[in-house]
């Protein structure tokens, strides 16, 4: 049996090889893509961080800010179903969501932070994550980066 399988599955950790730079690119996709849904449903101030280099959590951190907690869970939801219809992903998990003053998703390599502007003033996790690299986000019209 034993043989069987070792001909079926690749069974060395070089059997699937994805370079860094691959797997970052696809990671900064993703995360342009979380801000562009963002921008559908009006989200503001939105940032994007690359702390990959300071943070063994995740590549990427994309932050915004939504005015209402109906505006919030929208938001949420536009993310969601734009990363489903063009990475065929979901959040690993989701936070926040029934409250709607701060939604946290976690996509592993990006996480989401939507919070309303009062929690977004108090928390300040821009300025906690200050030593990491800020990426432009094309068309966001002044809202971030």
Known sequence: MTESL???????KNAVSISKTDT??????LALTIAEAALDRKAVEII???????SYLSDYFVMMTGYSKVQVRAIA???????????????LRTEGK????????????????????????????EAFWGHAER?????SHGTGG
């Open 6 to 12: 070792r001909g079926n599955f690749p069974l060395t």
């Open 24 to 29: 970052e690119a696809t990671s900064k996709n």
């Open 48 to 54: 994007l961080l690359d702390v990959a280099e300071v």
């Open 77 to 91: 939801e536009a993310i969601e179903g734009q990363v489903e219809i063009d990475w065929q992903r979901r959040p």
């Open 98 to 125: 029934a409250e709607g003053t701060w939604v946290l998703q976690d996509y592993g390599d990006v996480i989401v932070h939507i919070v309303m502007p009062r929690e977004r003033e108090f928390y300040n996790l």
């Open 135 to 139: 990426i432009f986000i094309p068309n």
